[in-house]
Nanobody, 127 residues
């Protein structure tokens, strides 16, 4: 049984930083791309960033490039999201996701490519 457990969310002032973690179990973690999505109230879930199985390739939404950094520790089955220079518009519930397919996935930014989701962690950025 796959489990994804996020942690690290909270309330921070604009310009501050947070680090999210997602601990995975139930799959051979090192074979999977991992991703972070977010969903703000009244909006659709949107892609934030992804990292391939080896950690050598990453992708970012334009809105977070240069501010957010995704990383992974395959020995610990954990993916991280370092968020710096946070803005009020970053306020959302953040979800980590594990895809249906091992190794390469073409549509890394599409919600339908992911089979498992964490419970989400709330990030609130005050102005």
């Amino acid at each position: 049984q796959v489990q994804l457990v996020e942690s690290g969310g909270g309330l921070v002032q604009a310009g501050g930083s947070l680090r999210l973690s997602c601990a995975a179990s139930g799959r051979t973690f090192s074979r999977y791309t991992m991703a972070w999505f977010r969903q703000a109230p009244g909006k659709e879930r949107e892609f934030v960033t992804s990292i391939n199985w080896s950690g050598r390739s990453t992708n970012y939404a334009d809105s977070v490039k240069g501010r957010f950094t995704i990383s992974r520790d395959n020995a610990e089955n954990t993916v991280y999201l370092q968020m710096n220079s946070l803005k009020p518009e970053d306020t959302a519930v953040y979800y980590c996701a594990l895809p249906r397919a091992e190794y390469y996935i073409a549509d890394y930014s599409a919600t339908w490519a992911y089979e498992y989701w964490g419970q989400g962690t709330q990030v609130t950025v005050s102005s």
